[in-house]
C-alpha cells in the first residue's frame, strides 16, 4: 500500500477506521526526512495490513502542534488508537523494519490492560491527596 497524506479533516478518521496507522510527520526543507521517504515508502508496500501516513508538517501546522511536534521527523505509531510510539528522528531502515515487526507482535489486550491499571492507580493515588 502506498503512502497516504493526511489532513486535520482526515487525520482521526483514518486513525479511527483502522487498526495500525504509522505516521510520519515531515518538511519539504527537512533534508532528513527527505532521506527517510524512501525507506518509509518501501516499507508500507510490504505491510497491506497497515496504513502508512505523512503529515507535512508546513502544510498541516495545526496538526503538528495538536501532537507537540518540534523536531522532524517524527513518527507515531497507532494501534487500536492508542499511541504505542511517538518519537523524532529518522529511523535507519533495519531499526524501523524491526519497529514495523514489534508493532504487529504487540497484544493490544495486555497494553488495554496496563493503561486500565495505571489508570486505577492514578485514580487511587489522586483521591489519597484528597483533604479529608
Known amino acids: ?11 482521526d ?14 518538511a519539504e526543507w527537512c533534508g532528513p526526512c527527505r532521506m527517510f521517504a524512501p525507506t518509509f ?11 502508512f501516513a505523512k503529515v507535512d508538517t508546513e502544510d498541516q501546522q495545526e496538526l503538528a502542534m495538536q501532537f507537540g511536534i518540534r523536531s ?3 513518527l507515531m505509531v497507532f494501534r487500536d488508537q492508542i499511541v504505542l510510539y511517538a518519537q523524532p528522528g529518522a529511523l535507519p531502515e ?11 507482535a504487540i497484544d493490544m489486550d495486555d ?5 486500565a491499571a495505571q489508570n486505577d ?11 479529608a
Open 1 to 11: 500500500m502506498a503512502t497516504v497524506a493526511l489532513t486535520k479533516e482526515t487525520f
Open 13 to 26: 478518521q483514518t486513525v479511527q477506521d483502522n487498526d495500525t496507522v504509522i505516521v510520519d510527520f515531515w
Open 41 to 51: 515508502e518501501s516499507v508500507s508496500e510490504e505491510h497491506e495490513d497497515i496504513v
Open 72 to 74: 522532524i521527523p517524527t
Open 94 to 104: 533495519p531499526a524501523f523494519r524491526d519497529l514495523v515487526g514489534q508493532v504487529k
Open 111 to 115: 497494553v488495554r490492560a496496563q493503561m
Open 121 to 131: 492507580h492514578d485514580h487511587e493515588e489522586a483521591h489519597e491527596h484528597e483533604p
